[in-house]
Nanobody, 116 residues
Framework: QVQLVESGGGLVQAGGSLRLSCAAS????????MAWYRQAPGKQRELVAS???????NYADSVKGRFTISRDNAKNTVYLRMNSLKPEDTAVYYC??????????WGQGTQVTVSS
């Protein structure tokens, strides 16, 4: 079993920045794909960014150039740096991991609210 604990959400004004963190328990973090998803009220959960074990990253078009995903394998932690935040970035952000055997786990989510 893997536990993911997110932190770093909060309320920020448009144009501001936040950094989300997700600490993972267990082994094989360095071999696991890590990702951030978000879900706004009334909308489906969507992929924001992902990073695989080799460090290859992928971003949703809506956040390219503003968000950066990174990982620290020594700390079993993945980060999401969010710059130039917009009100439409308001959502609950979820950390996700896909293990080498394709099992997936989710964090509990952290609220990000961007005021205009």
């Amino acid at each position: 079993q893997v536990q993911l604990v997110e932190s770093g959400g909060g309320l920020v004004q448009a144009g501001g920045s936040l950094r989300l963190s997700c600490a993972a328990s267990g082994r094989l973090f360095n071999l696991s794909r890590m990702a951030w998803y978000r879900q706004a009220p009334g909308k489906q959960r969507e992929l924001v960014a992902s990073i695989n074990s080799g460090g290859f990253t992928n971003y949703a078009d809506s956040v390219k150039g503003r968000f950066t995903i990174s990982r620290d394998n020594a700390k079993n932690t993945v980060y999401l740096r969010m710059n130039s935040l917009k009100p439409e970035d308001t959502a609950v952000y979820y950390c996700n991991t896909r293990r080498p055997n394709n099992d997936e786990y989710w964090g509990q989510g952290t609220q990000v609210t961007v005021s205009s």
